[in-house]
DNA sequence: TCCCATATCGAACACCATGTTCGGTTTCTA
DNA sequence: TAGAAACCGAACATGGTGTTCGATATGGGA
């Protein structure tokens, strides 16, 4: 718990134990994982675990920012040279890159504790991008905050099923579906032009 | 688990083990609850309770079943004077009518678990009602599991919005937004008239 | 109404995962 | 190279789970 040292070894353990996590999660359910699966996956002690953290949860939140953390950069950065709302094919790519990473946390026996985190941190993400993308006098037939869980849910959904086919699809593929489900929507109610989604 | 029987004190026990289950969604989450805050709260015995369910999450599942089997008949039942894809204002009436309920469910401290089971049931209903509207010839642009997909998870979001806003709202007026949501894209992809959904 | 099958009770039990403690060992870094 | 800090792992207390079993209560058929 005081570990949050640059100390080699400090970071050598908790990206063991993250490692670990992940490579369980693709085997089954967060729920039915054990601290002590997690330790001889990582070899890491027992009480080494509880020096970094309070318990599982906190371990799969810890591994849920990073991810979060990943997906903001690289929106943004794709962002630059391509502005709009969610550099959707972008996000799709990247999430075929991280395959694993992704597919442990989005889809896996991955708990469903990230199911809100997760889709909670990205709704928090799509709703900051829509405020700044919609007309000044926006009359919210309905409210942006739900616009923006909307998004996030279609997102997730596709996503997940992408996952489930064994991600045969193209990223370009799973975009043209999700601009095909959220783009009339969102034309419809913003009654304005908001480019390419 | 050999209690199938219609004995009086058979379906007393489970009504009050369901009752307890749902009273205590509303306090707390579900993987909080115990095996034990269940029986002191229905005042049955622990023998009695695994005589009845393998587990708490069977109790579960016994739940979710039961108010998947009410909002199927309601909505069928609403289906003959007024056919379509989904009577969703009838649903989100249902909704207001069946309270405390649903709000144990979909939103309550109310597990993942049933974001996936409940949420899974409800996209088969959906998809099995989209498959008798459609067009003979659809060309399916977004295969049906995915648009089924789509309109549950949309429906749901709101419903959790609606409960995270004490039901301040009016089902007509969260109807207007799930049409909102839902039917730009629908006429969109099946590029044909499917009426009021 | 009576009788018996069966449901319920509840205490006791074995089991297993959790999170803590602590003395000893290893490893980093200054 | 020395000392601070991280790691190890065995041992422990705790608490929830699911089972067992003999005793008691209750419902339904005759």
Redesign the pocket.
């Known amino acids: 718990m005081?570990?949050d040292?640059?100390?080699?070894?400090?970071k050598?353990?908790r990206q063991s134990l993250g490692d670990a996590l992940i490579e369980l999660m693709l085997e089954k359910h967060f729920e039915e994982i054990?601290?002590?699966d997690i330790l001889d996956r990582a070899?890491?002690?027992?009480?080494?675990f509880?020096?970094?953290y309070?318990?599982?949860e906190s371990l799969l939140i810890s591994q849920i920012e990073q991810v979060i953390r990943d997906m903001k950069a690289y929106a943004t950065e794709a962002d630059s040279t391509h502005p709009g709302l969610l550099p959707s094919l972008e996000l799709f790519r990247h999430v075929k890159e991280q395959r694993r990473l992704m597919q442990a946390f989005v889809w896996g026996r991955g708990a469903e504790l990230l199911t809100n985190d997760f889709q909670g941190k990205m709704t928090a993400l799509i709703e900051q991008k829509l405020r700044a993308l919609i007309p000044a006098a926006y009359e919210p037939s309905v409210p942006l905050p739900i616009v923006a869980k909307f998004v996030a849910s279609t997102f997730l959904l596709l996503l997940r099923w992408w996952f489930d086919e064994d991600m045969q699809h193209t990223p370009e593929q799973v975009n043209d579906m999700f601009q095909r489900l959220v783009m009339p929507t969102l034309h419809g109610l913003m009654m304005s032009e908001v480019g390419e989604v």
């Open positions: 005081r570990n040292k640059d100390d080699r070894r400090s050598r353990t054990t601290v002590q070899n890491i002690g027992r009480s080494t509880y020096a970094h309070s318990d599982k």
